[in-house]
């Protein structure tokens, strides 16, 4: 049931995608500034009641429809795996971004590729240069590829073969947003939160984000370089801040052989505000502190989304012959 859930829902995503603005996002961020509202008093036990609120619970509701569901019927238990798929899972919650920004530069039109870069990640891109430009947004495309896609994969999966129906995808997807959320609300809006609450999400989100950013590392590597991408994971994952982010940046860098992270320009963080940073560098560190390859071009962007792609096949196939055994099992 899991491999024909993702099918279909990837299917739907990509013949009816969601809107950028749509009532699904604006009521899971109602959601979570309900609870911060009525649960959060500053104290450390209260980050936890908040964050168990704003991400088990949906969780743990999306498991209790799965089994009523499935107690009349197969059929509406998978229906209702590829509609919470659906709301959770695909590139085209972000892509029109990345497709823009690759028309613009395209089209010779870097001011405008600079404008989008901007508003899709809230950081001023006015004067980044063009190699810059395209470091940015192939790392902000490949996590955000992992986020929507790889990591709500593998947790969809994982609970799925536990009898959980989606809530591994909601779990997922509520703790990345709740890891944005709240730093967002405190760095950028300036309004006051609980600093224990910002660092807990955080920090969970790691946790749960651990072994799938190390898969989605091994995707690429296997569907890419392979020898150059495993060589990268081990050898430069520390140029990044976070060694999550860091692994699947080193290991699709060495896949398809590109110059990404820099000591010069800013780097990632998990809760993408306005303020970007990179890992420290070591002495013994070059000057650039980025990753070995070709400095970044247009043609770069092609290669990403072939790397994906190619991640993306490689996972459907474990996943149809895992079902495939399953059932002959």
């Known amino acids: 049931m899991s491999f024909f859930a993702v099918l279909f829902a990837l299917l739907i995503e990509q013949l009816k995608p969601l809107p950028r603005g749509n ?48 107690h009349f019927s197969l059929l509406l238990a998978l229906g ?60 902000h495309s490949l996590l955000a590829a992992h986020r929507h896609v790889f990591g709500v994969f593998f947790w969809f999966v994982l609970l799925s073969a536990l009898g959980l129906g989606p809530a591994g995808a909601v779990l997922y997807r509520m703790a990345e947003l709740a890891s944005r959320y709240w730093a967002f609300k405190s760095r950028t809006v300036g309004v006051p939160v609980n600093e224990r609450l910002m660092k807990l999400s955080q920090w969970l989100f790691g946790l749960i984000d651990h072994v799938p950013a190390r898969l989605t590392a091994f995707g690429f590597a296997v569907v890419g370089n392979f020898e150059e991408a495993i060589t990268c994971w081990r050898r430069d994952a520390w140029l990044w801040k976070h060694e999550n982010e860091g692994i699947i940046l080193a290991a699709a860098a060495g896949a ?34 980025s990753t070995p390859g070709l400095p970044p071009v247009a043609g770069h962007l092609r290669s990403v989304v072939g790397l994906v792609w190619r991640s993306v096949v490689l996972w459907m196939l474990l996943l149809a012959l895992l079902s495939l055994a399953n059932l002959i099992g």
Request: aromatic share 10%.
């Open 80 to 139: 209702w795996n590829v509609a919470v798929l659906y709301l959770t899972l695909g590139f085209r919650q972000f892509s029109h971004y990345y497709t823009d920004i690759r028309d613009a530069l395209d089209r010779g039109d870097e001011n405008e590729a600079r404008r989008l870069l901007a508003q899709w990640r809230h950081l001023d891109a006015s004067e980044l240069p063009r190699t810059e430009l395209l470091r940015h947004v192939i790392e």
């Open 256 to 289: 398809v052989g590109v110059q990404l992270g820099g000591s010069a320009a800013p780097g990632i963080t998990p809760d993408r505000s306005k303020t970007f940073e990179a890992g420290a560098l070591p002495e013994s560190a070059g000057a650039e502190g």
């Open 23 to 70: 009532v699904i996002h604006d009521t899971l961020t109602g959601w979570m500034r309900w609870a911060g509202r009525n649960f959060d008093a500053g104290r450390e036990h209260h980050a936890w009641v908040v964050w168990g609120i704003t991400v088990l619970v949906p969780a743990l509701a999306t498991v209790a429809i799965y089994k009523l569901f499935g």
